[in-house]
């Protein structure tokens, strides 16, 4: 109860026992014990603070579209970027606070004629996650638009910048774990509305042709191994349509698992480890998840 005190009186806006199931993409996972939604850089700040003085377990969420969350939930603080969203535009840069969704940044980016972003067209996260996955695709990343981030230390503290090149961006990932994104600076370039629009296009249709987008999902749920696509690689292991419950691996897509019907985290999980164990046997390659998997299995 003492903890739920000094949490209201930071947010004012703390909800207990949530089911993640409503915040993830996989739409599956327990309950969190506390859940809240900062409004601006001090409220996190202060929530940061409060989790590494108490011992408290932390779980940053954007969208959720990249987590799989155990049944069991999470026993600790999560905190959602839902209420960071504010945007803005300063000649070519766009300056977005972490919850901003990627396709605000996109409707935003061609309202003012800003070229650069369309590769992001379809992905369903935050701006602050796109930083954390380094999203994109197999030629083009988050990463190479990136001017700068301002953050905070994942204990709490001051805020501070890190410029692009400070940054270790590598293929799907950012080496940012230790820190709380709060704001980013994308670097963009003049460019023709109608242009803009018709790449987002057609950078939307690829999706719907290539994605299972029909069912909930986390996206990609692998990392591409070197030379290999790992999607290639599930389907030449005959495990495209294979199901645990609820939970397939996409027919359309191997590297999708999806929840046709009120799966389970631990169904997702099962999957998991029967496509790592099948492409280590058949091609003795230890396939890395690109999703992030939290709690109890």
């Not at 026993?75 to 919850?99: A, D, M, P, R, Y």
């Not at 981030?149 to 230790?178: A, C, H, M, Q, T």
């Amino acid at each position: 109860m003492e903890i739920r005190k000094k949490l209201d009186e930071i947010c004012g806006m703390v909800e207990e026992n949530v089911p993640l199931s409503s915040l993830t993409g996989f739409r599956t996972g327990g309950p969190a014990r506390y859940l809240l939604s900062p409004r601006d850089i001090c409220e996190a700040n202060k929530i940061l603070s409060l989790s590494a003085g108490t011992g408290i377990p932390l779980l940053v969420i954007g969208n959720g579209t990249n987590l799989l969350i155990s049944d069991e939930g999470f026993e600790g603080i999560v905190l959602t970027t839902k209420n960071l969203n504010h945007i803005c535009v300063e000649n070519q840069q766009v300056i977005c606070e972490s919850g901003v969704h990627l396709s605000t940044l996109l409707k935003t980016c061609l309202i003012s004629s800003l070229a650069g972003s369309e590769f992001l067209a379809g992905i369903p996260g935050t701006v602050g996650g796109a930083v954390i996955s380094n999203a994109g695709l197999k030629t083009v990343w988050f990463s190479e638009i990136i001017k700068e981030l301002e953050v905070l230390p994942i204990g709490g503290g001051k805020s501070y910048i890190l410029s692009r090149r400070e940054i270790d961006f590598r293929y799907r990932s950012s080496g940012l774990e230790n820190v709380f994104i709060y704001r980013v600076s994308i670097q963009l370039q003049k460019g023709e509305s109608e242009k803009i629009r018709k790449e987002i296009n057609r950078h939307m249709e690829k999706r719907l042709l290539s994605q299972p987008l029909e069912y909930p999902s986390a996206g990609s749920v692998f990392k591409n191994p070197p030379g290999h696509f790992a999607g290639e690689l599930i389907e030449k292991c005959g495990l495209k349509g294979l199901c645990k419950g609820g939970a397939c691996i996409s027919e359309k897509h191997a590297n999708f698992i999806v929840n046709k019907s009120e799966a389970t985290s631990a169904e997702i999980y099962s999957l998991i480890n029967i496509v790592k164990e099948k492409v280590k046997r058949v091609y003795n390659i230890n396939l890395e998840t690109e999703i992030k998997i939290v709690g109890k299995f």
